[in-house]
Each structure stands twice: as structure tokens, then as C-alpha cells.
């Protein structure tokens, strides 16, 4: 008898959790106000869907911001943890010995310039309209778009919703601002699925870099947000398929960011041994601190149209591996372009790939000189 009760209990057991299954399909379903699909992204790993704490998140979301809870939620609970993008967010496990020149080496070569010509050549009038609109110059548009993607030839293979949520709910905890840089991924899931939402988009159709940078100019969602612009005026933003929202997209950045019409980037700088007081020139880093005076009355030397110069300069230094450093005194400008990507040596090969563009086009490969 007892054999029997414990058999009908099993039994039952079973039916109600078939049934459960039964509903919990039917739920995932049906239609909601945007599609969501699986996507067939290079993600392994578990779904979000099984993280209380990523639920939680799905929920206050849409609360915030008056989205449908059941997409909000399939959305985030269908994302999954991407191995590669963790592991990529690790912080180094040897130290790395930086190098301008190798570095320079991997953006400034014949592909790119070529590359650069084409471009520039193909949406001339855009560039010179984003100049005129902005005050920033082509080849400086120019360069960033090649530094990020070679023009649009490679735009990243992540899912965005994978690598949003990887480094929103489980951002490497060995990296010093582990905690910071969670909350900041969560916001541009934020932003993101905000924005999926508008355009009644699929948020598992974009793909991106593993931090979920998007497009030919790898904006994120917070950046496209603020700063993407409908440049070619036909309604809607695309960064992936028009170069003129692109370009416009990228002026409109640096403009928010204070970029000022006519100054230059930067300027050669050598040094008075006699009077140089390194640690001091270096101590702000590449925040420009520095008037002319009282620049050069800390070694630093300038000559032409450098001593003419009316804003504060800043001593960017270069690493060369086992070789000397590489100096340039660098303007407000190049601060700018250091808001795009936090490296001054990323800033210096956007600056030289759009010089060796527009130099190409000046000779014989077309009509402009990038200003």
C-alpha cells in the first residue's frame, strides 16, 4: 500500500510539473509588442533568465522607463553569458610593455589609407557638410571611422544583448573598478533596450564588439543615444548602412565633447634639459594644464606657430618600448579625440591615418587636402 501511495504521489508530481512546462511555453509565445529572437550568436553560456538578480533588473527597468515588462524581460532573460567577452574584460595577466610605433603600425598602413581614400571619395559632400555643420574636420572624421572598423568592414560579430549583459551581471570581479563598470554596462542596457524599443526592433539582431560598441563608428547605446544624428535626412539613424549618418554622427560627438573649429591637435615639442622639470609637466597627464609660459618654463620647448597658441597644452608622452619616448604637446583637440577612446595613443593614430588620407587624396588619388 505504501509502494502504491508513493507511486500515485510521483504521478502526480509529474502531471503538475508537465503542466508547468505547458504554461511556461505557452507564456514565451505569445506575441509581444516587439519580436525577440534567439539570435544564433557565438554565446554559450546560461541564459540570464535563470538570475534572480538579472530579473530583478529586467523589472525595474521597465518600470522606468514604461517598457513592456514581458519583452523587457525575455530580452534580458534571453541573453547569455558570453565566456570571450568575460576573458576579454580581464585585466592583463602580464605587463604589458606599450610601444607607439607598433602601435601606430597596426592602423596606418596601405589597406587603411586605401581604404580612407575610397571614402572620403564616395561621401565627399557629407564630409564637407559635417565640417561646415560641426567645425570638425574630415580627415579627423575620417580617421576615426578607419582606426574603428576600416569603414564599416569590421563592425564586430558579438551579440550586443550577449555582451551587455555579461559585463552588466558579471563584469570580471578581478578588475579594480569592478563595481563601477557594472552599473555603467547596466545603464547601456538601459539605453539600449530604450532604443530597441522605439524602433519596435529585434534587440538580439545587433551585432557589435564584445562591449557592445555598434556600427562604423562603435558607438554605444549611450553615445547613440546623445549623440547619432540623421544626417542623410531620410528618418531614421543607421550606423551600420549610411555613411552620411555616420560621419554627421561622429562630428556631433566631438562638437559635444568641445571640439573647437581651426585649432590643431597638437604640436612637436623638444625639452631644455637645463630647466626641464619632467615630473611636473607630466603630473596632469594628458589633461591640457599648461599655458605657453609657463610650459616652457618647465623645459618644455616650442617653436612656429606653437608659441602663438592661446589655449593650455599638455605633454603627451609615447612609449617605444625599449627606446625612447615619443613627446607632442598636445591641444584641448586632442583631448577631444581622447573622449572617444581614453588613449592618447589612439587619439595620435587617428590623427596620422586621417593625415595620410587626406595627403593620398591631395596626391593624384583625389581633389581634397582634408581641410
Not at 559585463?167 to 555603467?184: G, N, Q, T, V, W
Request: hydrophobic share 40%; proline share 6%.
Amino acid at each position: 500500500m505504501t509502494i502504491q501511495i508513493r507511486s500515485l504521489r510521483f504521478k502526480i508530481a509529474l502531471f503538475f510539473i508537465a503542466a508547468s512546462a505547458c504554461l511556461a511555453s505557452a507564456e514565451a509565445a505569445k506575441p509581444l509588442k516587439n519580436k525577440v529572437s534567439a539570435g544564433t550568436g557565438q554565446s554559450q553560456g546560461p541564459l540570464y533568465a535563470t538570475r534572480e538578480d538579472a530579473m530583478h533588473f529586467a523589472d525595474d527597468l521597465a518600470s522606468r522607463r514604461n517598457l513592456d515588462p514581458a519583452w523587457v524581460r525575455q530580452a534580458i532573460g534571453q541573453s547569455r553569458f558570453n565566456p570571450t567577452v568575460s576573458r576579454l574584460m580581464q585585466p592583463p595577466t602580464k605587463t604589458f610593455v606599450k610601444n607607439w610605433r607598433a602601435y601606430r603600425s597596426r592602423f596606418i598602413d596601405p589597406v587603411r589609407i586605401r581604404a580612407g581614400v575610397d571614402f572620403w571619395q564616395a561621401n565627399r559632400s557629407s564630409l564637407a557638410r559635417a565640417e561646415a555643420d560641426y567645425g570638425v574636420p574630415a580627415e579627423i572624421i575620417v580617421g576615426i571611422i578607419g582606426v574603428e572598423t576600416i569603414y564599416g568592414r569590421n563592425t564586430g560579430s558579438f551579440r550586443v544583448m550577449d555582451s551587455l549583459a555579461t559585463l552588466a551581471f558579471d563584469f570580471p570581479a578581478s578588475h579594480a573598478r569592478a563595481k563601477e563598470r557594472s552599473d555603467y554596462f547596466k545603464g547601456e542596457i538601459e539605453q539600449f533596450l530604450a532604443m530597441q524599443s522605439r524602433r519596435n526592433a529585434d534587440p538580439f539582431k545587433p551585432l557589435g564588439s564584445y562591449a557592445g560598441a555598434m556600427g562604423m563608428p562603435q558607438f554605444m547605446p549611450s553615445s547613440q543615444a546623445r549623440h547619432a544624428v540623421d544626417f542623410d535626412g531620410d528618418g531614421t539613424i543607421d550606423l551600420w548602412n549610411s555613411p552620411a549618418d555616420v560621419i554627421g554622427s561622429v562630428a556631433s560627438y566631438f562638437k559635444a565633447y568641445g571640439w573647437q573649429p581651426g585649432m590643431p591637435t597638437h604640436y612637436p615639442v623638444s625639452f631644455d634639459a637645463s630647466r626641464l622639470d619632467m615630473d611636473a609637466l607630466m603630473a596632469p597627464d594628458i589633461l591640457p594644464t599648461f599655458g605657453v609660459p609657463s610650459f616652457m618654463a618647465k623645459g618644455a620647448v616650442l617653436e612656429g606657430p606653437a608659441l602663438e597658441h592661446q589655449g593650455p597644452l599638455a605633454l603627451v608622452e609615447l612609449l617605444n618600448g625599449p627606446d625612447a619616448p615619443s613627446y607632442v604637446a598636445g591641444t584641448e583637440n586632442f583631448y577631444v579625440i581622447t573622449r572617444y577612446n581614453w588613449s592618447s595613443y589612439y587619439a595620435l593614430s587617428v590623427i596620422e591615418l586621417g593625415r595620410e588620407v587626406a595627403q593620398a587624396m591631395g596626391n593624384g588619388n583625389g581633389n581634397g587636402n582634408g581641410r
